[in-house]
């Protein structure tokens, strides 16, 4: 369990410097210059990511609370909703104008779908660190950001486009979950 903690720990720090230590990451970034710095931060994801994914696997099922027979359906719709809030964060969409951050609040539904489906101590590290990262990070980045300007409203081609991608993404890892995490999500 150290290495997810460490490895969640890792993530959250990285992420939290550009937003509450800006005089330490323009440091950096004066000492290293812009490249080795951008180098440097994209090593510390990589480590954290290879720690949470010993961590996860090195730490066994301790189940904290049971969960109820809905609770997969309702996992997959907000993982479906999440899917489309990351996807949307890659474009042009109206979804930006409603919502501030879609990357983060995608996370942070992703978050509380797979909290919905894993009722064991290490989802609740992994998951609820991530999703609590996220939750935190929004207001923050917000804060950091001021005020903004809405963006225009996309065509109607701009919003399919964010949906097929997002349909094509929510299948494939539907299908390919049971592979790399080890269970299959799809409710039986």
């Keep these: ?82 899917i489309f809030l990351i996807s949307a964060s890659h474009g042009k969409t109206i979804v930006k104008r409603f919502v501030r951050h879609p990357m983060l609040m995608g996370v942070f539904v992703w978050s509380m779908s797979h909290l919905l489906t894993n009722g064991t101590s290490r989802a609740l590290i992994l998951f609820g660190g991530l999703g609590l990262w996220a939750l935190i990070e929004m207001p923050l980045i917000s804060t950091r950001e001021g005020a903004r300007e809405l963006p225009q409203a996309p065509g109607l081609r701009s919003e399919l486009i964010v949906l097929s991608i997002s349909a094509v993404v929510f299948v494939g890892l539907l299908f390919l979950h049971p592979y790399f995490a080890g269970v299959s999500p799809i409710p039986m």
């Design 1 to 82: 369990m150290n290495f997810l903690i460490a490895g969640v720990s890792l993530w959250v720090i990285a992420h939290l410097i550009p937003t509450l230590g800006a005089g330490f990451r323009q440091a950096l970034i004066d000492k290293l210059e812009d490249r080795p710095y951008r180098g440097v931060f994209a090593l510390t994801i990589l480590t954290s990511l290879g720690l949470i994914v010993v961590g996860w696997r090195a730490t066994p099922e301790q189940y904290l609370y049971v969960l109820p027979v809905w609770s997969r359906t309702a996992g997959i719709t907000l993982m479906m909703i999440a």
